[in-house]
Structure formats: structure tokens, C-alpha cells
């Protein structure tokens, strides 16, 4: 096992001040200990995925229910694991690790939602106009990408143009195109071509990640998790690409959302940023977010939602004030973790961050409560660390990683895929 130290000062990332926005995140009610996956929503209706089902909120996301009356196969774990949400006019749709279901919105049952397509993982879905895709996972099914014309009704194969084996992550779109982000690349489609063109050409990488696209005006971003590189926009559909230099001393960013001007990224050093000029500028908006990897962002109206491993987080986008050096919370006093690549195949590398000396653990459990130690009771500094773990022999799947240190603990999604 690898061991790497390293700690980061967010006053030598800065400059000496931050600007912020003036009120902070807040935890939502009725979901705390729910590991949230992904978020979708209209004006009147907010859906939360998660492990353990679709929880509903119907006032701006203060409240939570879950909204799982008449979910089929409830007593199976597989289907309660939500992967990915949309909503199409009047419809809600969830992506399970069996298909899809769909549910009109507000009503008292579900249906299986899976005709054309294999009851096989639904990594993501998005709504294009009238149109529906959703992305697979290729260790279950070689097939990539489908469509739905009726609101996730009937789905048909859309993946001339697609490699034949790769998992679809995260969808945007612009205009009358629409782009996937999958382990070999990112590939635009307009809405009625049938055909993806590869766009991957002037991007550090070919590993699109899941929350690692999004669109602000006529810019394409796109985020990389990796030492490396950082935020790339295209202001020609992905046709050229140049790193967004504003934001490259913050570390990888790997999760954005976007809506209009406004652009939130969570940086791997506990760093969440937003800009209200379609990413020209950032402005600090962490103070008050649990530490770790939010699984997903969405910008619903004036606020923002962060789903994680304690609930589902808000924010109003509210006012901008200036705030100085010493107001700043170093992020190294927060216990996170985060891992990648993700999906990891033999190997995957666990960041954690410690807010004091002391005993950690870290540990891999799968669905049905196993639970298998990465180490255990082992002495750690305080700050920032990396481990790299060999997951070689376990099974493909999903999983969960947990940090125990001081009495507290935090989670974090593992998919393995040979």
C-alpha cells in the first residue's frame, strides 16, 4: 500500500481574500443519513435518488419524503438503488440498477419504464426538448446510449457513431445538440441526426466523468479529476477546447452544474466555487458544506442543491460581499474523502483528510452489508492523504467506502467495473 502526504493553505491558493456569497449551505429535512446519487427537478417538484429510493420535495427542496408508493420490487435491494433522475413534463423517471421506472409526478405509483432497452444499469439521463436519452453501463450491457420520444416510455438505440463498449456518464446540451461523457470521450449528437461525432480532440483526457459536464450560455465545460488539468470550455461545440485558467489554482475540479450565468464547481480540495459570469470570475461558496465529494450539483431557480452523503445541501445563489483572510475556514479541518478514477477497474486511489492527529479507518462494503477493511485503527497526521488500494478481487458492482476518525465518519460511492 501507497501512502502520499501532502496539505494544502487555501490562503496560498487565494491571495489573501475571497470573495463569498453572504448566507451558507443548509442541511434539507427528512433525508440526513440518505447517500443522495442524483437530483432533478421542475418549479413545483424537486427528486432526490438515492440508496435507498426517490425522496420528493414539494417546497423548494426545505423537505424531504420519500416518494417510493407503489415502487416495484421495493424489497429488492438493486431497485432502490437510484443511479440517476429527470423530469419530463409531467413525468418523473429514475434510473435504477435494473432500468428505468417512471412515475407521474405526484402520483401514487410506478411503472417499469424499460421497453427497447436491457434491465441493466442507467448511469444518467437527460431531458432535450421532447426527447429523453439514457446512458448504460457497458460492464452490464454493450449497448450506450438510448432515446425516448413518449417521456421515457419506449426507448430505441442511439449509438451509431458511439465506441461499442464504454459507459455513458453525464449528459448536457446546447441548443439542438446533445453531448455524452463517457470513459472513451465526449461525443455530440444533434437532437434528430442519429449519429455522435467524437469532440474529444484538445482535452487532456478521454475519462468524462459523472458531473463533470455542464453548459453555461455557448460554453461547453468540462472537468477532469486529475492532477493534472482542470476546467476546459469550448465555445465552438466542442469542436476546440482551452483550460479555464481562473480557476486553476483551486486543484481538479470534479463537479460542476450550470443554469445561465451561473456555474458552481466543487474543487478536490474542499473548494466550492460559483461564478455568476458564465465562469469569468469565482467567487467562494463553501462555508457551510459538508466536507467530501458532493455526488451531484443542480441549480433549481435562485438556489443550489448538493446532494451527499448526509442528505441533500441548499444555498441560495444570494448576495456577494467581500470577506478576508482571516474569515477564511481552512479546508483541512474537515474530515473528507473522495476517490478515482470512477469507475476504477484494479486499482483506486482514496484522498481523505484528517482535521487532527489520530486512529483512522476506511473500509469497502457492497449492497448487502459486508464490509471489508482498507486499513483499520492506523495512525494518521493531520491533513490531507492518499492510499492507493488494490480492489482487483472484488467483484464488479457498487460499493461504499467509509471514513471513521474521532467518533465521526463520512461515505463515499465506489464503482468497480473489470
Known amino acids: 500500500m501507497r501512502i502520499i502526504l501532502f496539505s494544502v493553505s487555501l490562503l496560498a491558493l487565494f491571495g489573501g481574500e475571497l470573495s463569498k456569497v453572504s448566507a451558507q449551505w443548509a442541511q434539507t429535512a427528512g433525508m440526513q443519513t440518505e447517500e443522495v446519487t442524483s437530483l432533478a427537478g ?4 424537486l427528486y432526490a435518488g438515492t440508496f435507498n429510493g426517490v425522496f420528493r420535495s414539494t417546497d423548494s427542496g426545505t423537505n ?3 416518494d417510493t408508493i407503489g415502487y416495484p420490487h421495493s424489497s429488492q435491494v438493486y431497485y432502490q438503488f437510484i443511479y440517476s433522475m429527470a423530469v419530463v413534463e409531467n413525468r418523473v423517471l429514475a434510473g435504477t440498477a435494473a432500468g428505468v421506472y417512471g412515475s407521474a409526478i405526484g402520483g401514487a405509483s410506478w411503472d417499469y419504464s424499460n421497453t427497447g432497452m436491457p434491465d441493466t444499469l442507467i448511469s444518467c439521463l437527460a431531458v432535450l426538448g421532447s426527447k429523453v436519452y439514457a446512458g448504460v453501463n457497458s460492464f452490464f450491457h454493450p449497448g450506450l446510449v438510448f ?3 413518449d417521456r421515457g416510455i419506449t426507448w430505441i438505440a442511439d449509438t451509431v457513431g458511439l465506441p461499442s463498449k464504454c459507459t455513458a456518464h453525464t449528459f448536457a446540451s446546447l441548443d439542438t445538440d446533445v453531448f ?15 449519429r455522435w461525432t467524437n469532440v474529444t480532440m484538445g482535452l487532456p483526457g478521454r475519462y468524462i466523468n459523472s ?5 453555461s450560455g455557448n460554453k461547453i465545460m468540462v472537468c477532469y479529476g486529475i492532477d493534472s488539468a482542470n476546467l476546459f470550455v469550448s465555445l465552438d461545440r466542442g469542436d476546440s477546447w482551452k483550460q479555464e485558467g481562473s480557476v486553476s489554482t483551486v486543484g481538479p475540479i470534479d463537479r460542476i452544474a450550470a443554469s445561465g450565468a451561473h456555474v458552481v464547481v466543487w474543487a478536490r480540495w474542499d473548494s466550492v466555487l460559483l461564478s455568476t459570469d458564465y465562469g469569468g470570475s469565482w467567487l467562494d461558496f463553501g462555508y457551510g458544506l459538508p466536507s467530501g465529494v458532493p455526488n451531484v450539483f443542480i441549480i433549481n431557480g435562485s438556489t443550489v442543491f448538493a446532494g451527499t452523503g448526509s442528505g441533500v445541501w441548499r444555498r441560495p445563489l444570494g448576495d456577494v460581499k467581500k470577506r478576508t483572510v482571516a474569515e477564511v475556514t481552512p479546508s483541512l479541518k474537515l474530515l473528507s474523502l473522495a476517490s478515482f478514477p470512477d469507475p476504477s477497474a484494479t486499482r483506486t486511489n482514496i484522498v481523505f483528510t484528517l482535521p487532527a492527529s489520530g486512529e483512522a479507518t476506511i473500509t469497502i462494503s457492497d449492497v448487502a452489508g459486508s464490509e471489508w477493511p482498507v486499513f483499520a485503527y492506523t495512525e494518521f497526521a493531520s491533513g490531507k492523504h492518499e492510499v492507493t488500494c488494490d480492489i482487483s478481487t472484488y467483484p464488479a458492482g457498487v460499493y461504499l467506502l467509509r471514513l471513521r476518525c474521532g467518533g465521526r465518519s463520512v461515505t463515499q460511492k465506489l464503482v468497480i467495473a473489470h
Open 180 to 194: 455524452v461523457g463517457t470513459d472513451a470521450g465526449l461525443f455530440r449528437s444533434s437532437v434528430n441526426s442519429g
Open 42 to 45: 421542475d418549479s413545483a417538484n
Open 64 to 66: 424531504w419524503k420519500a
Open 211 to 215: 458531473g463533470s459536464l455542464a453548459v
Open 147 to 149: 432515446v425516448s420520444s
